[in-house]
């Protein structure tokens, strides 16, 4: 029952809300067959972005094209699409197999057609026997699974998920995502999912864009995204949220770092701008280290000021001259315990001073610093 998805072509889209632009200008080709997840936090145009591209938001300007059709003005019904809602919305009064079987009757598909798709559907996502049920009498996972064979029983060219494993339990949530992407892979459906989780993204989708205000900041593979995500932006969203001010310069074959303490770090090997910057890089990324500052990557010298254990690793705020820092490490350290923070070179993201929106964020001190544009051009 392998489908075809559609290609998703968006030229110069304008959409939003009366007067107010949510997105404007945005351009952006989807390859058919693919995965891609809209990535920001709340409020940053991810949604407003599906509704468009479903219909259920009109477009103020530009086009969007799906298998090649300009459907920009069509209604939801018209368009090559369909979708799955965080609420799932079935009908509780209809059951599993009529919920399932709701876009073919629409679709003025015969009674027989209908019966058997709704038994491939049934089949297809393991709930054989649930089909005289009403969803009131589901689980979350199996509501979850009725909505998605919903949408795909009409056979979609383009599979539209906003946040769908929110409502969800955590242990049902990580089977929900490795279903839906296995179901997206065997079906061959271009699919778009929204989400703020960072890890569901990396886990389901095999393209990601994180989105800021209406725009796509980083657009790229899970792996590509996390490991360059080439604004400060974007690596305080994938889980950057250490950070250290300092001033930049190009030595030979490197780049060397003043931090705030007034010490220095070179990087070897490193591409260098000249002038003030920020350095980046992960809690998971630091370890425990032997004494002093030097070798390859980046060590402070602190003192353990709060610990934690939430299973697996050991999480600490540490102390040190340059500031404050997040820190997991499987050792066990006490508060008071003076010890040295090590973070290898090639997890230190660093950027340029206009590319951090916000540069002070999460730095020592709590200040703020707002730049009005991002870059995607800087060194990561």
């Not at 939430?310 to 997991?328: K, L, N, Q």
């Not at 610093?369 to 870059?375: D, E, F, K, M």
Request: with cysteine; net charge negative.
């Amino acid at each position: 029952m392998a489908g075809t998805g559609a290609r998703v072509e968006i030229e110069g889209l304008s959409v939003g809300y009366g007067s107010s632009l949510i997105i404007d200008g945005l351009d952006l080709d989807i390859g058919a067959g693919s995965f891609v997840a809209l990535l920001g936090a709340s409020g940053c145009g991810k949604t407003t972005l599906l509704k468009a591209l479903s219909g259920l938001l009109p477009a103020a300007n530009g086009r969007i094209h799906i298998g090649g059709t300009d459907v920009t003005h069509a209604p939801p019904e018209r368009r090559p699409s369909t979708m799955v809602f965080q609420s799932y919305a079935l009908w509780p009064h209809m059951s599993v197999a009529a919920n399932i079987g709701y876009g073919l009757k629409l679709r003025r598909q015969s009674k027989p057609a209908i019966d058997a798709r709704v038994d491939e559907i049934l089949a297809l996502l393991g709930l054989q026997g649930y089909g005289d049920r009403r969803p009131t009498a589901l689980s979350g996972g199996q509501r979850q699974r009725v909505a998605l064979g919903r949408a795909i029983a009409i056979d979609p060219p383009l599979l539209l998920l906003d946040e769908p494993l929110s409502n969800l339990d955590a242990s049902v949530r990580q089977t929900m995502r490795s279903e839906i992407r296995a179901l997206q892979e065997r079906l061959g459906l271009t699919t778009v999912l929204v989400t703020h989780d960072q890890e569901e993204a990396m886990i389901m989708a095999d393209r990601i864009l994180v989105m800021d205000r209406g725009r796509i900041l980083r657009d790229g593979t899970p792996e590509d995204v996390w490991r360059r995500p080439m604004s400060a932006f974007v690596a305080r969203f994938l889980g950057a949220d250490n950070g250290i001010a300092a001033d930049f310069a190009d030595v030979d074959g490197g780049t060397e770092l003043t931090l705030i303490d007034g010490s220095r770090v070179v990087l070897p090997g490193r591409p260098a701008f000249e002038g003030p910057g920020e350095v980046r890089f992960r809690s998971a990324a630091v370890g425990f280290g032997g004494a002093g500052n030097g070798g390859d990557g980046l060590r402070l010298s602190g003192r353990v000021v709060s610990a934690l254990y939430p299973g697996g690793r050991h999480r600490y705020v540490v102390d040190t001259a340059v500031g404050s820092f997040t820190v997991e490490e499987s050792r066990r350290a006490s508060v008071g315990e003076a010890v040295v923070l090590a973070v290898p070179a090639d997890e230190l993201h660093l950027f340029p001073a206009d590319s951090a929106e916000g540069l002070a964020q999460h730095l020592p001190g709590g200040g703020h610093l707002r730049v009005s544009r991002p870059v995607t051009d800087c060194l990561a």
